[in-house]
């Protein structure tokens, strides 16, 4: 049986923040959707923006036919997660951020994993580096970090151009994939003490770390994590049965 953990199994909550204490890291990164709360929030504000009507019928036709072409496997995951920022085209960015606050607390807030918090709290506490990666729009990982006193400057995530206030189509960054690691390289991280992540997109940051934390893994990181030999976290709330 592949040893996730200690004894062959994940790591209790006890363990798992132990082991990011002996680490003693000085540059923590954090994936977000599934790792510091559960769900996927990129695409449940997608949801979230085309049910009040904040995009045009147009677009939100569009939209539906390239996130039904990327659940068939047809749209990969780098194309989607830019035109799920593209989609806001024309609108303002102070309304996008307003959206954002109100779609993280009515939806996502509830979410957020205690030990998660606790863990980069402590983490703050002692001055380490935390920064906060993920392919979801800027716009809502910049508001659901401050949860965790992350600041803006310590995000990357999946952006496009602001011009005079207006959101263009202009795509800046999706760090998703390899391209979690080229954002991080972007801004001097070459070697990460600590790496947290729950998908397979993010395997490949969790590989460049000192020490990787699969947090929540799905199965395909689940499969990963055995075969590299990395012990896995799983939060209370989505502990498997």
Not at 77 to 99: D, N
Not at 129 to 151: C, K, L
Not at 164 to 182: H, N, R, S
Request: glycine share 8%.
């Amino acid at each position: 049986m592949p040893k996730y953990g200690e004894g062959g199994t994940p790591l209790a909550t006890e363990q798992f923040h132990q082991a990011v204490r002996d680490l003693n890291p000085a540059v923590a990164v954090f994936d977000c959707d599934g790792t510091l709360w559960s769900g996927d929030a990129g695409s449940s504000f997608m949801n979230w923006t085309l049910e009040r009507g904040l995009v045009s019928r147009d677009m939100v036709d569009w939209i539906n036919r390239r996130y039904l072409g990327y659940q068939h496997g047809e749209v990969n995951e780098l194309a989607i997660c830019g035109e799920m920022v593209q989609m806001y085209q024309g609108l303002r960015e102070s309304e996008m951020r307003h959206a954002a606050r109100d779609f993280f607390a009515e939806r996502i807030e509830r979410n957020i994993f205690p030990e998660m918090l606790a863990l980069v709290n402590e983490l703050r506490a002692k001055g380490v580096d935390i920064w906060a990666v993920s392919s979801t729009n800027d716009w809502v990982i910049e508001e659901g970090v401050t949860r965790f006193g992350i600041p803006p400057n310590r995000v990357l995530a999946a952006r496009v151009e602001v011009r005079d206030g207006i959101v263009t189509e202009t795509v800046l960054d999706v760090p998703t994939d390899e391209g979690k690691v080229v954002s991080l390289a972007r801004m001097g991280i070459i070697t990460p003490d600590a790496v947290f992540g729950n998908s397979i997109h993010d395997a490949a940051m969790l590989a460049i770390s000192r020490r990787a934390f699969p947090v929540n893994p799905t199965a395909a990181l689940l499969e990963q994590s055995a075969r590299e030999g990395w012990a896995v976290y799983y939060p209370a709330s989505v502990t498997p049965k």
